[in-house]
Every structure is written in structure tokens, then in C-alpha cells.
């Protein structure tokens, strides 16, 4: 079953702090993991993205993690400043060879980061 | 120009009207999406367009109903819709190819009265 699971489900995190999100999937059918931010009302936007053959990637204040083995992928926002409240989606997208592709989202982490 | 643009932002609707939702993008991508998105919850796929034709249908009912009339632009036909379908429409593209990402636009907050 392509499944994407995230926790938390909410996170308050003081300003300067670390967030962390973690996501986990199931299967290996996905070839691509992107993360997108959403902002009430609001479409999700494009964070940062990796490839599962890449450990990490770092972005500015934005790094994602990956271990292939454990099939286990986190960002970590690092001096988190209050506009980064938001809501975090972790995604995967299923391979080519599964049929057309598409995104499996996780169910969302809502953050909160205190002035 | 890397936006997907979307009309209108609001709507309201009774369960009996007729309306369309649009979609927009001129970054020449070949893959167009339809989500929809209830409150505190991920979006949920409903169609997916490549090359203009119909790929994916998620099994959603009739009452909507997708129409892509070129490779720029992406129509979702709303027609005797239920409150329950009360929620964002997200629109979203994606050029073909293994790194590419998709790109969503602001969505159309649609709402049955």
C-alpha cells in the first residue's frame, strides 16, 4: 500500500529553535520526496525536494535528511523564525514503472514557532 | 512566469447551479493535476490530465467533471454538488521528467450552500 506517514502533528518551537518533522513511507515505489509549505489559504509551495540515491540536501534554513534503509525522511528547519507557521506536507512520488505518476502526501505537520 | 493561476478564489454555490473552476499556466508543462483540499487535511488527487488527455480519474462521482482544452489551461466542471464538497480545489503542473516538481496554484475556495 503507498502510504506516507508524519508526526508530529503539530509542533511549537521558539524562535531561533530547531524544527524537525518526520516522515516515513512503506514500500519502495516512490522515487522523489519533496516537502511543500502551506500557509492558510493558501496551495501548497515547493520547500525542497531530494532524490532517494542523496543522504541530504540543504537548502538555506532548510535541510532534508534521508535514509533509504530505514525508509525514513525528516527536514530539519534550522533558526526557525515565526513566518515559518505554517503547514509542513511531506510527500512521495510514486515511480514511473507503478503506472502514471502521482504525489502520496503525509497528513501534514502544523507548526508554530513563538516569537 | 513559474505560477499556476487560478480562478476565481471564492465561490459559492446552491447544490443546484452550474459552475467552472479554471486553471492556468504558461510554463509549457504537460502534466495537469486537480486536488482537493478539506480543512487540516492533505490534498486529495482527483484528476490527473498529461498531454491534454485524461490519465487518472481517482474514482470521483460524476458531479465533477475535468476538461482540458489546451496544453495552458485546465477546467473542472462543478454541476449539482452536495455541501460536502464544500472545500479547496487545488490546481496544480508539473513538466515531465524524473526531477521535476510539482508546481500548485492558490486554489479556489468553493463552497456549497
Known amino acids: 500500500q503507498q502510504q506516507v506517514k508524519q508526526s508530529p502533528q503539530s509542533l511549537i518551537v521558539q524562535k531561533g529553535g530547531i524544527s524537525i518533522i518526520n516522515c516515513a513511507y512503506e514500500?519502495?515505489?516512490?522515487?522523489?520526496f519533496p516537502w511543500y509549505q502551506q500557509f492558510p489559504g493558501k496551495g501548497p509551495a515547493l520547500l525542497i525536494a531530494?532524490?532517494?540515491?542523496?543522504s541530504e540536501k540543504k537548502e538555506g534554513r532548510f535541510t532534508i535528511s534521508f535514509n533509504k534503509s530505514a525508509k525514513q525522511f525528516s527536514l530539519h528547519i534550522m533558526d526557525s523564525q515565526p513566518g515559518d507557521s505554517a503547514t509542513y506536507f511531506c510527500?512521495?512520488?510514486?515511480?514511473?514503472?507503478?503506472?502514471?505518476?502521482?504525489?502520496?502526501f503525509g497528513t501534514g505537520t502544523r507548526l508554530l514557532v513563538s516569537p | 512566469d513559474t505560477e499556476v493561476t487560478q480562478t476565481p478564489k471564492h465561490l459559492v454555490m446552491g447544490m443546484t447551479n452550474k459552475k467552472s473552476l479554471k486553471c492556468e499556466q504558461h510554463?509549457?508543462?504537460?502534466?495537469m493535476y486537480w486536488y482537493k483540499q478539506k480543512a487540516k487535511k492533505p490534498p486529495e488527487l482527483m484528476f490527473v490530465?498529461?498531454?491534454?488527455?485524461?490519465?487518472i480519474n481517482e474514482s470521483v462521482p460524476s458531479r465533477f467533471s475535468p476538461e482540458c482544452p489546451n496544453s495552458s489551461l485546465l477546467n473542472l466542471h462543478l454541476h449539482a454538488l452536495q455541501p460536502e464538497d464544500s472545500a479547496l480545489y487545488l490546481c496544480?503542473?508539473?513538466?515531465?521528467?524524473?526531477?521535476?516538481?510539482?508546481?500548485f496554484g492558490q486554489g479556489t475556495r468553493l463552497t456549497v450552500v
Open positions: 496544480a503542473s508539473r513538466r515531465q521528467g524524473s526531477n521535476t516538481e510539482a508546481f
Open positions: 490530465y498529461s498531454y491534454e488527455k485524461l490519465s
Open positions: 514500500n519502495t515505489a516512490f522515487d522523489y
Open positions: 510527500a512521495a512520488r510514486t515511480r514511473k514503472n507503478t503506472g502514471f505518476q502521482k504525489l502520496v
Open positions: 510554463m509549457g508543462h504537460r502534466a
Open positions: 531530494i532524490r532517494p540515491d542523496v
